[in-house]
C-alpha cells in the first residue's frame, strides 16, 4: 500500500470587488489586505494581476486581482492544524465540510466568508473584512480516496 500525504496548501484572496468600490485602494486597502493575509499563512503573499482588460468587469491588464500564497512543508503544518483545531469550529453555522467541494482528483475546497476566525486576527485593529479560499491538493486519484485521506487526517467532513 502506497501511503498518501498533503502535497500543498494553496491560500486565496480575490480583491477585485473591494477595488471597485473604493478609490484609494491601492494605497490603504491593498497594503492592509496583504499585511493581514501575510500572518495568516505565514509568508508574504504573491499578487496576482489580471491577464487582460475586460471592460464589463471594470478591470484593466495587470490591476491586482487576488493574492496566493501556496503552503508547503512546516508551515502548510501548521497552517492545518490552525484550520483544523481553531478556524473551523469559529466558523458561524458550521457543521462540516461538504461532500461537494471535492474536485474528481480527490482535491478540497474550502471557502472561509470572513478571516476573523483565525486567531492571529486582531478584531479591533482589523480595517477590512475579507474572505479566502483554501485548497488542499493530495496525491489521491479519485474523490473517494480523498474524502478518506481527508477524514483521516481529522477534517470534519459530512457524511
Sequence with gaps: MQSR???KIVVSVGVGKMRQNNAQFDDKILPEITKEFGSLVGQKP??????KSIASFKI???EVVGLVATLRGKRMVD?????INVALPRVRDFHGI??????SRGNLTIGIKEHTVFPEINLEASKVNFGLEVSL?????DEKEGM???RKLGLPIKK
Design 5 to 7: 500525504k498533503l502535497e
Design 46 to 51: 504573491a499578487v496576482r494581476g489580471s491577464k
Design 60 to 62: 484593466r491588464q495587470g
Design 79 to 83: 497552517f492545518l492544524s490552525r484550520l
Design 98 to 103: 461538504d461532500t461537494k467541494n471535492f474536485d
Design 137 to 141: 491538493v493530495a496525491g489521491t486519484k
Design 148 to 150: 478518506e485521506f481527508y
